[in-house]
């Protein structure tokens, strides 16, 4: 018998008498198995082992999950998609939901759509973003918070942030207006919220679109005449579900607003910029896909294939969605467990240099949650005060095996890709000046707080920054 027929005997046999849902559930009750056995064998940490600012938590469901859905073999958006907008939406208490397939999808696709011809009467108002419009952000952050703003031709204005919040200056929102002005759109720094009652109250006052990258920061929640999630206060929210993120599914993003308008322009945008609201796979759900006059179409022509805007294709595969829906169900657990493990390192460190004999704070500047706020950590960021060198801090930090991150660009107008602007002065502009941007990006690094971190972890991490700090002042 020759071995492919062997095979093929062998594989019928696995199934033999088995209806597919039989089969399935076998199949799925192995991957647990397999999943328990070679994944997550929990041991220990024993000092000296590395330690990441950041590692994905995840257990058989998040597996069970994935191949389920690969079984089904439906691959492009479909019945885990759903579930997973729905519950998203429910979780952040939003109307609706866009998953895409990254962050930086997320964040270009939430600027872009306010740049669209349907938000040029709003009211009687043009709320659209032209190119040479500009957009309030900050330059301490990461680069695809800003870089839809200058492929699209707008200009980003920066502003400084404050230390140890990482957040943008408030007080410097006004003087940063000008009558270009069309929206505001910042990140929520390593978790902290910023002062988003100000920001809102700014944009509003100026009729400005508030855009909330939360990409680093879901879970966090924000006191505006009651606890709110970060994301849901501005006009659009964005996260990232990249592995070190709060929560992740390998690659992934999310858009979401209470906004029915800005969720179709969302929703075309993503979907090749297509008029029809039919997810893939479904037609003619609304009655009317040969009877609608479009553009300069022909009467009935397939609104299935009738385009008002020019899109892009940023969803994500059902099987990101699936392992999005194992971890959102873990997700408040995760959020807990950021928050203690923030606590236990900043208490850590004033106790372990106590003993040590100084005062970390004489040396470290030590983050804090911003007013009205509680923050779902991302990081533990820390700035050096003068007279402790990052550098050799950063490098005996690392070298004791403990992880660390600088807080992504630093000042993104001083890399490579601002160079030609730089020069020519133009594309962008800067208001006020970036003292604490600078001061960030020559000063201040961070570690993580992820929920897989256990106390033991969190006592080494400690002593080894408060250490390195003192060796290196
Ligand atoms: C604030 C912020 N926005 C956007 C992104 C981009 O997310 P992604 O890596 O999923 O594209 C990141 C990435 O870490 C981020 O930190």
């Not at 009729?207 to 879970?219: H, M």
């Not at 467990?337 to 390192?345: D, Q």
Request: proline share 4%.
């Amino acid at each position: 018998m020759g071995k492919e027929k062997q095979r093929c005997l062998k594989e019928q046999k696995m199934f033999e008498n088995m209806s597919e849902k039989e089969a399935r559930a076998k199949i799925l009750e192995s991957v647990r198995e397999y999943c328990g056995t070679f994944h997550n064998r929990t041991k220990d940490y024993e000092p000296g082992e590395r330690i990441p600012y950041a590692s994905r938590v995840y257990d058989a469901d998040e597996m069970e999950n994935l191949v389920d859905s690969a079984l089904e073999f439906w691959l492009t958006a479909g019945r885990y998609t759903d579930e997973f907008e729905r519950s998203f939406s429910e979780y952040l208490g939003i109307k609706h939901t866009a998953l895409v397939n990254s962050g930086s999808s997320a964040n270009l696709l939430a600027f872009m759509a306010l740049t669209s011809p349907l938000l040029s009467d709003v009211n009687g108002k043009d709320r659209r973003i032209y190119p040479g419009d500009e957009v309030i952000t900050v330059a301490a952050g990461f680069p695809t918070t800003v870089a839809p703003m200058v492929q699209y031709g707008a200009v980003p204005v920066f502003v400084d942030v404050t230390i140890p919040e990482y957040n943008i200056d408030v007080s410097r929102l006004e003087e940063a207006l000008s009558e270009k002005t069309k929206a505001v759109m910042l990140a929520h720094t390593l978790g902290n919220p910023f002062d988003l009652k100000s920001v809102r109250e700014f944009c509003d006052s100026h009729g400005l679109w508030l855009i909330e990258d939360n990409c680093d920061s879901l879970g966090s929640r924000y006191d505006l005449d009651g606890w709110r999630f970060t994301g849901t206060v501005g006009d659009i929210g964005t996260s990232s579900f990249y592995p070190p993120h709060h929560m992740t599914m390998g690659e992934g993003g999310a858009v979401y607003t209470d906004n029915p308008l800005l969720s179709r322009i969302i929703r075309s945008m993503r979907d090749w910029g297509r008029d029809c609201v039919c997810p893939s796979g479904r037609d003619n759900l609304c009655g009317h896909r040969f009877d609608g006059q479009y553009g300069e179409l022909p009467k009935g022509y397939d609104h299935k294939y009738v385009y008002s805007h020019f899109g892009y294709n940023l969803k994500a595969t059902d099987m990101q969605a699936a392992i999005g829906c194992a971890q959102l169900k873990k997700f408040p657990g995760f959020v807990k467990k950021r928050k203690e493990n923030f606590a236990y390192l900043l208490d850590g460190l004033k106790c372990t240099s106590e003993k040590m004999g100084f005062d970390i704070e004489d040396r470290l500047i030590l983050p804090a949650a911003s007013p009205d706020s509680d923050p779902s950590w991302f990081g533990f960021m820390m700035t050096c005060r003068p007279g402790v060198d990052r550098r050799s801090a950063v490098e005996k930090i690392e070298a004791a095996g403990v992880q660390t991150r600088a807080l992504f660009a630093g000042n993104l107008t001083k890399h490579p890709c601002f160079d030609e602007m730089r020069k020519s002065g133009r594309g962008y502009r800067i208001s006020g000046g970036l003292d604490n941007t600078d001061t960030i990006m020559n000063s201040s690094f961070w570690v993580g707080v992820y929920p897989g971190m256990t106390e033991q972890m969190l006592s080494h991490m400690s002593t080894v920054i408060a250490e390195a700090v003192r060796i290196s002042s």
